[in-house]
Nanobody, 127 residues
Framework: VQLQASGGGSVQAGGSLRLSCAAS????????TGWFRQAPGKEREYVAD??????????HYADSVKGRFTISRDNAKNTVYLQMNSLKFEDTAVYYC???????????????????WGQGTQVTVSS
């Protein structure tokens, strides 16, 4: 699976950005796709995931982004999106999309849960 993340940029606090994760080699609706982020000097952090359609396509979020970020999938474009609203300075990081063939009933918040990774896209929020 090849994942291509895009859509990052620089915004002021309170602004919005939409990240895209385009896939080739696998149909995203059949696997779980996640977003992680990594700020300088910090470990990679889970942001959100969307499960395969066969598992209901359910979405999950880290508490820090719940209510502000929305993960979604366009099956026709084989792309997953991360809509980020009300951005805060602390959202500044490199954002990575990821995917896995694993299907777990519980949380999938560890980087080790995911097999495939995109190259990352920088999001910078100025206060």
């Amino acid at each position: 699976v090849q994942l291509q993340a895009s859509g990052g940029g620089s915004v002021q606090a309170g602004g919005s950005l939409r990240l895209s994760c385009a896939a080739s080699g696998r149909t995203l609706s059949r696997i779980t796709t996640g977003w992680f982020r990594q700020a300088p000097g910090k470990e990679r952090e889970y942001v959100a995931d969307i499960r395969r359609s066969g598992s209901g396509g359910t979405t999950h979020y880290a508490d820090s982004v719940k209510g502000r970020f929305t993960i979604s999938r366009d099956n026709a474009k084989n792309t997953v999106y991360l809509q980020m609203n009300s951005l805060k300075f602390e959202d500044t990081a490199v954002y990575y999309c990821s995917a896995t063939d694993r299907h777990l009933a519980g949380l999938m918040i560890r980087a080790d849960d995911y097999t495939y990774w995109g190259q990352g896209t920088q999001v910078t929020v100025s206060s």
